[in-house]
């Protein structure tokens, strides 16, 4: 079974703190993996992605870390801001035209003032 | 450009009601996809689309089925309603079925069986 196991549930941070969240997964033929962000009452949209190649991504604030060997990845959010209050998915693909996205379950951050 | 769009927003079903989900999207994209999303469950594929005139099952395609009506057009319908199924459904339209392609979501349809 393919799966995509993330980590915290929820998270509170407070108003210029780090987020993290972890996701793992197990099927080693995912090569891509992208972020998705979900504010309440919205469909999810895509944060950003990182293909193995890569150790790292970043994108303003957020950065993606990779760790291949370990089968995980992680989605730090550097001083955070309340408008990133937002539940975060990870996902994982084989790409290709098998390319389903496989989703983590969610993590519902707050950040607060 | 209104992107992916769904309707309707809500809905409260009795069980074995049938209805019509429906999806459409204005960015010429060749896939298509619904999703439901519970609490503590995360998205989970419903159906798929890789181009006009074809669907696949996804994840949890028991009690739905869909229809790809034309390129923009994509509805899914619950033939007899379960409580079970009382969800968020989200609709999504990428431009292949590769995997590295960005999927576009809709705002989504509340759905509650009684």
């Known amino acids: 079974q393919q799966q995509v196991k993330q980590s915290p549930q929820s998270l509170i941070v407070q108003k210029g703190g780090i987020s993290i969240i972890n996701c793992a997964y197990e099927?080693?033929?995912?090569?891509?993996f992208p972020w998705y962000q979900q504010f309440p009452g919205k469909g999810p949209a895509l944060l950003i992605a990182?293909?193995?190649?890569?150790s790292e991504k970043k994108e303003g604030r957020f950065t993606i870390s990779f760790n291949k060997s370990a089968k995980q990845f992680s989605l730090h959010i550097m001083d955070s801001q309340p408008g990133d209050s937002a539940t975060y998915f990870c996902?994982?693909?084989?790409?290709?035209?098998?390319?389903?996205?496989?989703f983590g379950k969610g993590t519902k951050l707050s950040v607060k003032p | 450009n209104a992107g992916v769009t769904q309707t309707p927003k809500f809905q409260v079903l009795k069980t074995g009601q049938s209805m019509t989900l429906q999806c459409a999207q204005d960015?010429?994209?060749?896939?298509m996809y619904w999703y439901r999303q519970d609490p503590g469950m995360g998205l989970r594929l419903i159906y798929y689309?890789?181009?006009?005139?074809?669907?696949d099952k996804g994840e949890v395609p028991n009690g739905y089925n869909v229809s790809r009506l034309n390129k923009r057009e994509f509805s899914l319908r619950l033939e007899s309603a379960a409580p079970s199924q009382t969800s968020v459904y989200f609709c999504?339209?990428?431009?292949?079925?590769?995997?590295?392609?960005?999927?576009?979501f809709g705002p989504g349809t509340r759905l509650t069986v009684l």
């Open positions: 996902a994982a693909s084989m790409g290709g035209s098998q390319g389903n996205l496989i």
């Open positions: 999504a339209s990428s431009w292949t079925r590769e995997g590295r392609d960005e999927q576009f």
């Open positions: 099927n080693t033929a995912f090569d891509y």
């Open positions: 990182i293909r193995p190649d890569v």
């Open positions: 689309s890789a181009s006009e005139g074809t669907t």
């Open positions: 960015m010429n994209h060749n896939s």
